[in-house]
C-alpha cells in the first residue's frame, strides 16, 4: 500500500538546466509535504515543504509545486548543480500527527 | 552543537543475537522518530518518543522490536532475535516539538544480520 509515489527511480539532468521531480499521492487525509535529500551513508536532509493551503513554496534554486486535484507534486531545482547529485525523497504528512509516509526516492545524477 | 547522534554506525549480528541502536538527539529536542530503510526503498515509520513515553508505535513490528527514550540517556531501538530480513538502515531523527515535520535526522545505523 504505497500511499506516496515515487514512479522515476533516477533522473539524469545536465549542469544549469532544470530538474523535475515528481511525486504522487493517494491519501486525502495528507495536508503537508516536504522534500528530503539523501547523500549516501548520510541521514536525509529537509530540502523544502509545503502546506495543502498553497500551491507553490520557493527557497533559492527549489520550487516545490502542489496540485491538489492531481494529488501530485513536483520539485523543480534550477539552475541544476553537480553537488544537487543525490537521492530525492517526497514525504508527506496528516494534521498534528507527527510521522511522515515516504516515497521510495528519485536518484538525481547531474552531469557537467 | 551537534546533530542527531546514531552509533554505532555500523552493527553486524548473527541470527538470533540481540541489536541495540542509540539516538541521542539534537540539545533542546525531546521528541524522537525511528524510521527503518530497507534496500532499495523508501524510509518507513516506526515510532515516535517523547521522553518516558511512546507517543505512536503504528510502524514498529509486533514482535521481538522495542524502543525507549528514558529519562536520562539516548533513545534505544532495541530488536531481539534478529532475523535476515532486519538487516537495513535504522535512521533516528529528532524536534524540539511535536508536528515539526522538518525535523532532523541523524546518519543511522547499518544492521546487517549474517
Known amino acids: 500500500d504505497q500511499q506516496v509515489k515515487q514512479n522515476s527511480p533516477s533522473l539524469s539532468v545536465q549542469e544549469g538546466r532544470i530538474s523535475i521531480l515528481n511525486c504522487d499521492y493517494t491519501?486525502?487525509?495528507?495536508?503537508?509535504f516536504l522534500w528530503y535529500k539523501k547523500y549516501p551513508a548520510e541521514g536525509p536532509t529537509f530540502l523544502i515543504s509545503?502546506?495543502?493551503?498553497?500551491d507553490k513554496n520557493e527557497d533559492g534554486r527549489f520550487t516545490v509545486f502542489l496540485n491538489k486535484s492531481a494529488k501530485h507534486l513536483s520539485l523543480h531545482i534550477v539552475p541544476s548543480q553537480p553537488g544537487d547529485s543525490a537521492v530525492y525523497f517526497c514525504?508527506?504528512?496528516?494534521?498534528?500527527?507527527?510521522?511522515?509516509?515516504f516515497g521510495t526516492g528519485t536518484r538525481l545524477q547531474v552531469t557537467l | 552543537n551537534a546533530g542527531v547522534m546514531q552509533n554505532p554506525r555500523h552493527l553486524v549480528r548473527r541470527r538470533g543475537q540481540e541489536a541495540r541502536l542509540r539516538c541521542s538527539p539534537m540539545?533542546?529536542?525531546?521528541?524522537v522518530y525511528w524510521y527503518r530503510q530497507l534496500p532499495e526503498e523508501g524510509l518507513k515509520f516506526m515510532v515516535y518518543?517523547?521522553?518516558?513515553?511512546?507517543?505512536?508505535e503504528s510502524g514498529m513490528p509486533k514482535e521481538r522490536f522495542s524502543a525507549e527514550f528514558p529519562k536520562e540517556g539516548p533513545s534505544i531501538l532495541r530488536i531481539q532475535q534478529v532475523v535476515r530480513g532486519d538487516s537495513a538502515a535504522y535512521f533516528c531523527?529528532?524536534?524540539?516539538?511535536?508536528?515539526?515535520?522538518?525535523?532532523?535526522f541523524g546518519s543511522g545505523t547499518r544492521l546487517t544480520v549474517v
Open positions: 531523527a529528532s524536534s524540539p516539538t511535536s508536528g515539526e515535520y522538518g525535523y532532523t
Open positions: 491519501n486525502s487525509m495528507f495536508d503537508y
Open positions: 509545503i502546506s495543502s493551503i498553497k
Open positions: 514525504a508527506a504528512g496528516a494534521g498534528t500527527a507527527s510521522k511522515l509516509t
Open positions: 540539545k533542546g529536542h525531546s521528541h
Open positions: 518518543l517523547q521522553k518516558e513515553n511512546i507517543i505512536d
